[in-house]
Protein backbone atom coordinates (compact mmCIF):
# COMPACT_ATOMS: atom_id res chain seq x y z
CA UNK A 1 0.00 0.00 0.00
CA UNK A 2 2.83 2.26 0.68
CA UNK A 3 5.22 0.95 -1.61
CA UNK A 4 7.83 0.28 1.36
CA UNK A 5 8.21 -2.98 3.41
CA UNK A 6 7.26 -1.99 6.83
CA UNK A 7 10.69 -2.70 8.71
CA UNK A 8 13.95 -2.30 7.31
CA UNK A 9 17.48 -2.15 8.26
CA UNK A 10 21.22 -1.28 6.68
CA UNK A 11 22.01 -3.45 9.34
CA UNK A 12 21.31 -7.11 8.24
CA UNK A 13 18.78 -9.52 8.67
CA UNK A 14 18.41 -9.96 12.25
CA UNK A 15 17.61 -6.47 13.16
CA UNK A 16 14.81 -6.36 10.68
CA UNK A 17 13.79 -9.97 12.37
CA UNK A 18 14.34 -8.25 15.73
CA UNK A 19 12.08 -5.02 14.22
CA UNK A 20 9.44 -7.78 13.27
CA UNK A 21 8.87 -9.15 16.74
CA UNK A 22 9.55 -5.89 19.05
CA UNK A 23 8.93 -2.75 16.82
CA UNK A 24 5.61 -0.50 16.98
CA UNK A 25 4.03 -1.53 13.59
CA UNK A 26 4.36 1.37 11.97
CA UNK A 27 0.82 3.71 10.69
CA UNK A 28 0.90 3.43 6.83
CA UNK A 29 -0.79 6.92 7.18
CA UNK A 30 2.54 8.64 8.61
CA UNK A 31 4.10 7.36 4.75
CA UNK A 32 0.69 8.00 2.84
CA UNK A 33 -1.83 10.27 4.40
CA UNK A 34 -4.12 10.13 1.78
CA UNK A 35 -4.72 6.22 2.97
CA UNK A 36 -7.97 6.41 4.52
CA UNK A 37 -8.04 5.81 8.43
CA UNK A 38 -10.02 2.71 8.25
CA UNK A 39 -7.46 1.06 6.02
CA UNK A 40 -4.81 1.55 7.78
CA UNK A 41 -6.56 0.16 10.76
CA UNK A 42 -7.28 -3.35 8.80
CA UNK A 43 -3.26 -3.33 7.99
CA UNK A 44 -2.17 -2.41 11.35
CA UNK A 45 -4.26 -5.23 12.85
CA UNK A 46 -3.74 -7.73 10.24
CA UNK A 47 0.04 -7.24 11.32
CA UNK A 48 -0.72 -6.98 15.02
CA UNK A 49 2.26 -8.55 17.20
CA UNK A 50 -0.15 -10.40 19.21
CA UNK A 51 -2.28 -13.03 17.17
CA UNK A 52 -5.61 -12.35 19.83
CA UNK A 53 -5.40 -8.81 18.35
CA UNK A 54 -5.15 -10.25 15.07
CA UNK A 55 -8.03 -11.23 12.22
CA UNK A 56 -9.82 -14.89 13.71
CA UNK A 57 -9.54 -16.00 10.01
CA UNK A 58 -9.59 -15.38 6.73
CA UNK A 59 -12.84 -14.42 6.56
CA UNK A 60 -13.17 -11.80 9.15
CA UNK A 61 -9.52 -10.04 7.63
CA UNK A 62 -11.98 -10.03 4.32
CA UNK A 63 -14.65 -9.10 5.67
CA UNK A 64 -12.69 -6.09 6.89
CA UNK A 65 -11.47 -5.69 3.75
CA UNK A 66 -14.41 -5.41 2.43
CA UNK A 67 -16.10 -2.65 4.41
CA UNK A 68 -12.58 -0.69 3.49
CA UNK A 69 -13.43 -0.97 -0.06
CA UNK A 70 -16.39 0.01 0.03
CA UNK A 71 -15.79 3.16 2.03
CA UNK A 72 -17.20 6.17 0.00
CA UNK A 73 -14.85 8.65 0.95
CA UNK A 74 -12.14 6.95 0.31
CA UNK A 75 -9.57 8.65 -2.64
CA UNK A 76 -9.92 6.68 -5.82
CA UNK A 77 -6.50 5.50 -5.88
CA UNK A 78 -6.65 3.99 -2.37
CA UNK A 79 -9.95 1.79 -3.36
CA UNK A 80 -7.74 0.65 -6.41
CA UNK A 81 -4.62 -0.14 -3.95
CA UNK A 82 -7.10 -1.49 -1.91
CA UNK A 83 -8.00 -3.85 -4.64
CA UNK A 84 -4.72 -5.14 -5.90
CA UNK A 85 -3.26 -5.64 -2.18
CA UNK A 86 -6.02 -6.99 -0.50
CA UNK A 87 -5.53 -4.55 2.34
Known amino acids: VTGLVPFSS ?33 IRKAMSKSPQDRYTDA ?6 VERVSHVSNAPATARRTTAIWGM
Do not use: D, W
Not at 22 to 28: A, H
Not at 33 to 41: F, K, Q
Not at 59 to 64: N, S
Open 59 to 64: AAFLAA
Open 10 to 42: VHGTVQIMYAHCKSPIPNPRELVPSIPPACANV
